[in-house]
């Protein structure tokens, strides 16, 4: 299996950690919007189900572009086409800081989610293109970190900035932020272009759809996806409703939750270079399993049982991703990777939305304000790491390598 065209000695280190900044600015802009909601509504006169739609609205720009972004995303140099789509998005984040009206914003967070979804798909068919197998389990678990942080700072940072410095502080924030890192990029990414001649965009769709293992691999993002997703959206509003959380200090929650899942992350990314990783998912799906049914039926109770078990959520969720990407990665050859990780990135987006209508048709409130149903959330999230097990397995049988730990050199003294 043929991959990448040679390339100069890469320094992995240096890579992961900018792959990780570009990846973490990405969440953060994500992130920010959560704590927003009712000063955007007051600037801009703007109702919740319209704030829904500043929110939704990344996700689903992001779904449609990597979708198309699966056509043609091959056939250009990794490191170019990162630089293109990473400059686009953050000029959008500028975009963001300086919409003069809700119509403005609503335009500037589509074309972020536009570039970014794309963005994050590049990364991660780049860490399959430089990272071996016997590391991408670990290098996974670097990339994926950014998520944990992005979850400390960007609520907090988000309430202080805009409470501080009005909406517009945390976006010209972000913006300076991407700047940064894009400068960094362009030093110190090294240039991927595939060995192979690119094929024809319908072509290349065909065989990235068609490809029994990539259909696998899609089924195995999805159930990923879905089931934290069906939890995430109403686990602020459980925690104040249910369990008796002041909002005033759902912060300390997240924090808590960001921290600790920050540590754990790469750990269970060497595990997965260690070990099976379908074992390792297994493992983690199974605690994960026990951490939603409790959280989800969590009565009132003191802050910090809501912060463990937030963080044992955030955990399980986030240490899920580095064995089933680093499985995902290595069983698609490398000439499909970046259109494969595009499409991929498109199907997850679709999946958590999916997940949250789904939520959202299974919660309600009652007369005293306390949310009902979210037992059944929990619930469908449990099936769902069963599914995300199976399907798994489902991909190990159609390619064994993927799931294989890395070999061990012994060496053996000679008489």
């Known amino acids: 299996m043929s991959g990448p065209s040679p390339t100069p000695r890469i320094n992995e280190r240096l890579l992961l950690f900018t792959l990780a900044a570009v990846q973490f600015t990405h969440i953060m802009d994500f992130m920010i919007m959560m704590p927003l ?152 990414l090294p240039n991927l272009r595939s060995a192979h001649p690119p094929a024809h965009p319908w072509q290349q769709m065909a065989a990235i759809l068609s490809h029994p293992i990539h259909q696998r691999g899609f089924m195995l993002s999805g159930a990923l996806v879905f089931a934290g997703a069906a939890i995430i959206p109403f686990l602020a509003p459980a925690m104040v409703a249910n369990v008796g959380i002041p909002e005033a ?49 969590l009565p009132r109770a003191p802050i910090y049982v809501a912060m463990a078990l937030t963080a044992l959520f955030m955990i399980t969720m986030s240490g899920r991703f580095s064995p089933a990407m680093a499985m995902i990665s290595n069983a698609v050859d490398n000439r499909y990777r970046g259109g494969f990780m595009s499409v991929n990135s498109a199907v997850q987006q679709a999946a958590s939305g999916l997940a949250n209508l789904t939520a959202g048709l299974l919660v309600t409130r009652n007369a005293t304000g306390q949310l009902i149903g979210f037992p059944r959330v929990g619930l469908v999230s449990v099936a769902c790491f069963g599914l995300t097990y199976y399907l798994a397995r489902r991909l190990r049988a159609a390619a064994p390598h993927a799931a294989s730990p890395a070999p061990v050199v012994v060496t053996l003294a000679v008489d």
């Open 37 to 188: 909601g009712s000063n955007l509504m007051r600037v801009f006169a703007i109702n919740p189900e319209q704030f829904s739609h500043l929110v939704a609205s990344y996700g689903l720009a992001a779904a449609v572009s990597g979708f198309a972004g699966g056509f043609v995303l091959d056939r250009f140099d990794r490191k170019h086409a990162l630089l293109i789509l990473y400059t686009g998005f953050a000029l959008s984040t500028l975009a963001c800081a300086l919409a003069p009206n809700y119509a403005a914003l609503l335009l500037a967070r589509l074309a972020a989610g536009a570039f970014g979804g794309v963005s994050s798909s590049v990364i991660i068919a780049m860490v399959g293109d430089v990272i071996p197998p016997a590391r991408r389990g670990r290098a996974m678990g670097v990339v994926m970190s950014a998520f944990p942080l992005a979850s400390v700072l960007g609520v907090p940072f988000g309430l202080l900035l805009a409470g501080k410095y009005e909406w517009h502080a945390p976006f010209f924030l972000l913006a300076a932020i991407s700047t940064v890192v894009l400068v960094t990029a362009s030093r110190t």
């Open 249 to 297: 200090h759902l912060w300390m929650i997240y924090a808590a939750g960001g921290a600790c899942t920050f540590i754990t992350t790469p750990i269970v990314g060497r595990l997965a270079d260690k070990h099976d990783k379908l074992h390792v998912l297994g493992w983690i799906s199974l605690l994960a399993c026990v951490v939603v049914l409790v959280l989800t039926n």
